[in-house]
């Protein structure tokens, strides 16, 4: 294998395959190596030595047959004449269709509806299937739904990966045997893993400067406790970039970031109270705060709660921005000013990257999305006293 070409592996596997059975070094009917033995002498993964058999077959050089092998074809017995009415269709002899698992924590209408209508918009593109199961956050769920979509029998996987200090261990041993993964809002740090996210820093930097324009200086920072996410931890830089360009001082005692009700599992009436009245409190002993940044949709809705029962008044008190919220046509809900992520977009790369790497093409490890800065109802210049 040292072809310097840019025909992708399996391609390369295939033509070499072909060579020693031209030249006879596979006689008719011998075995050839398997789909493991394949992956393992040319260091690939089992997908792409499995594309070079589907190749030798399609071109009838092989037959496979199930629990034995593959084997060299005689073309006057294995692939001689059939009677009209008994024949195959063409397509009898084509790959079956590719399947990519998508595991995901969860998806509602302000994040991860966008992103599953772009895989299913991708998989159509390129006829294959997709096959969700969802790990709600849990870290367990989600190493149970790999392993079972491995046994199914899946080409790819896309995993967006529940959060947490570390990844599970399946992801790595697929990270290790080159398994086709791509991985969403996620980067897994210090491997090579292809990965397709927002530009989280550079859209908190964004909304952030955003209320700057407005004249507020005091901004709480509103978030679940640290879990060491890179999504987290890249609109927490963006947050503080910020403040850094418009040369302002960051009080972190402004900050809530012991937010649990929005965490997986933990959404319950008696949750969501404990953090309203946490906020509530938060607001009553720091009254120079003028603006709420929300990490996400459902804490923007704690912040809203907690503003309105203390008697003050959104935008005119207080201002709350937030990452994602749902469309507001028809009914559909508050109309918060807020960072959009392109989710369809993210979706239809991830499938496109799963395909290329299938076939042994290089993609990019990490790419990231421009968010759009969408203004809404939620914001406002900043006041200039005490309520």
Known sequence: MN????????????????????????????????EKELAEAYKVSRITSKKALELLTNERLIV???????????????????????QAPASAFKAEMTTIGLVITDFGNSYGTGLIYGMEEASRDHDCFLVLRRSFGIPANEELSIQKLLHLGVDGLIVFPAQGEYFNEEILKLVISRFPLVLIDRHLKGVSAASISTDNAEAARKATAFLFELGHRHISFLSPPPTDTTAVEDRVEGFIQAFAEHGIAVDKDLW??????TLPNSFNENNIEEDVQRLMAHLKRRPEITALFAIEYNIALLAKAAVERSGLRIPQDISIICFDSPPTGLGGGYAFTHIRQNEEEMGRLAVGHVLRIMQGQAVPNKVMLEADLIIGDSTAIARQEYP
């Open 256 to 261: 809530v970031s012991d937010l649990t009700s």
């Open 3 to 34: 072809e310097t070409s840019s025909k992708p592996l399996y391609e390369k596997i295939f033509e070499s395959v072909k060579k020693q059975i031209v030249t006879n070094v596979y006689g008719v009917g011998e075995r050839i190596p398997s």
């Open 64 to 86: 496979r047959k199930p629990g034995r092998g593959s084997f060299v074809a005689d073309p006057d017995t294995d692939f001689g004449p059939v009677p009209a009415a008994t």
